[in-house]
């Protein structure tokens, strides 16, 4: 027995009882995929992953709606667009409200905020102050942890409580914000907080606190100041990074003497006293002495570091000083090799003869293996004194990245230098210190001028080498060198 069904003036089909079915089935799928094929051609997919976010919404719970005003209008703080939508890109055009005798609480949500990875959240906003500001915060709500909170959970931020990102003072108190116009950067990451001011004890807070249930990130711009003045934002917006750039995470001291600051107070970025956009070096310390008895002594750890296949170099970099002058006192820089347990000098010995605040950059390059000085995602940069004394060392800033360098001399379309294709290494004074103070060139040779410490005592130095390969140029003085 056979029927016969035409579905359409094209296709007819032939179908012996059961086997029909089967053969509808088939067809039918085939017809759902090319249709499915034809709509994902007609309407190209969307690409989900982001960068930057944005606010979506917002709440104004303490403070004043004021009036809309016209571009023409704008004053210091800008256009007031009247809402939210006004901090969603730099343009001028803000949300401005007034500040009542309560203060101001003006809240900014960023949703469908993605990690992707990231060890390092950037929060970047402008604020626009009158003449007579509020002691302005700016908080994030840590949606999972109550541990050292500045403000309690509330309707608003439930879980945990608002952290402030403010920049900390070297009493571990945040610095208000009350300029004018604040362009404003942090840099957040596992051990942005910390608390006391004798080195500081890192608080955890992986970025994932920072993200609701819902992939939320709330911000809010909070002040319980009685002042009649007007707070305009004109943006914010977050970027989840992998940055190869690490601030400090923690502080260990080593030694006996009793260290003033914290190390939030040596983070490169965002660590200025107005609590703006940082660069290195702002004149507040995280300072250790030593005593009579023993030297200063310390570690900072830089954590949840990411690495790659191929990465070779560490490179420290800060700004470093003594708090006083002393003549018979120096410091050096050293890492932590978590496999031989022991601490691997990076540096010559510095000397703390003048109290001049000095910016110095080190590194540890051709590192045949990498885990040897990062374990469980930290690293650890030592500084110490070489002597007893009661001489603060100084941190002003301090900071590592990494990354690869060239390994194959091959390679290298380079032919200066001695010790490595491109490079010269001299250490005159062995254990003491040496520098380079100024550098001259002639039509065939360059003189470094500067000062060594042979036999632990200071004197003027004076090279003379050729800029085709950097080798001393032997008939100046003794073997190229001068000293006096």
């Known amino acids: 027995m056979s029927n016969r069904m035409t579905l359409s003036r094209r296709h007819t089909v032939f179908c012996v009882l059961g086997a029909c079915a089967l053969l509808f089935a088939l067809l039918f799928s085939q017809q759902s995929d090319l249709a499915a094929k034809a709509r994902n051609f007609a309407f190209p997919q969307t ?61 900014l949500n960023l949703d469908d905020v993605e990690l992707h990875g990231a060890n390092k959240m950037i929060i970047q906003t402008q604020i626009d102050l009158d003449a007579s500001p509020p002691s302005l ?70 970025l994932s606190n920072f993200l609701s249930a819902t992939n939320q990130v709330k911000i809010r711009y909070y002040s319980t100041t009685n002042t009649t003045s007007e707070v305009a934002v004109d943006f914010v917006r977050v970027y989840p990074v992998v940055d190869s750039i ?94 031989s347990t022991q601490w691997e000098d990076v540096s010559s ?34 500084m110490y004194g070489l002597s007893n004394s009661t001489t603060n060392l100084r941190v002003d800033a301090m900071y590592v990245t990494l990354g690869t360098t060239n390994t194959n001399t091959a390679l290298v379309e380079n032919s200066f230098g001695t010790t490595t294709a491109g490079r010269i290494y001299a250490d005159p004074s062995t254990a003491f210190v040496d520098g380079i103070s100024a550098l001259a060139i002639d039509s065939s040779s360059f003189y470094a001028a500067g000062y060594d410490s042979v036999g632990g005592d200071n004197e003027w130095r004076i090279e003379k080498r050729n800029l085709s390969d950097g080798a001393y140029v032997t008939a100046f003085g003794t073997s190229g060198v001068v000293t006096s």
């Open 349 to 382: 010995p510095v000397d703390c003869a003048v109290t001049t605040s000095n910016v110095y950059a080190f590194a540890k390059n051709n590192i045949a293996t990498l885990s040897d000085y990062i374990s469980s995602g930290e690293l650890r940069v030592r």
């Open 137 to 206: 915060l700016v908080q994030i709500c840590d949606w999972v942890s109550s541990t050292s909170v500045d403000n309690a959970a509330d309707a608003q931020c439930t879980g945990g409580g608002w952290r402030t990102l403010n920049t900390k003072d070297a009493s571990n108190v945040a610095v208000p914000i009350t300029a004018f116009v604040q362009d404003l950067q942090w840099q957040v990451f596992d051990g942005y907080w910390s608390t006391g001011a004798t080195g500081g004890t890192p608080i955890s807070t992986p």
């Open 246 to 339: 690490y601030n400090a995470g923690g502080f260990t001291n080593l030694g006996s003497g009793t260290p003033a600051g914290h190390y939030g107070n040596a983070h490169a970025t965002g660590n200025t006293a107005s609590a703006g956009i940082g660069a290195v070096g702002d004149s507040i310390y995280l300072q250790v002495p030593g005593t009579a008895g023993s030297v200063a002594d310390f570690y900072l750890s830089f954590k949840n570091i990411k690495t790659y296949t191929g990465m070779n170099t560490i490179l420290v970099r800060g700004d470093f000083s003594c708090a006083a002058a002393t003549a018979d006192l120096k410091y050096r820089f050293a890492l932590y090799n978590f496999t």
């Open 47 to 107: 690409a989900h992953a982001n960068y930057q976010f944005v606010p979506t919404s917002g709440t104004l719970v303490t403070g004043t709606e004021l009036a809309v005003t016209t571009a023409a209008a704008g004053a210091n703080e800008g256009t007031n667009s009247g809402s939210w939508k006004g901090t969603i890109s730099d343009d001028g055009f803000s949300w401005i409200i007034a500040s009542t005798a309560s203060g101001v609480d003006m809240q």
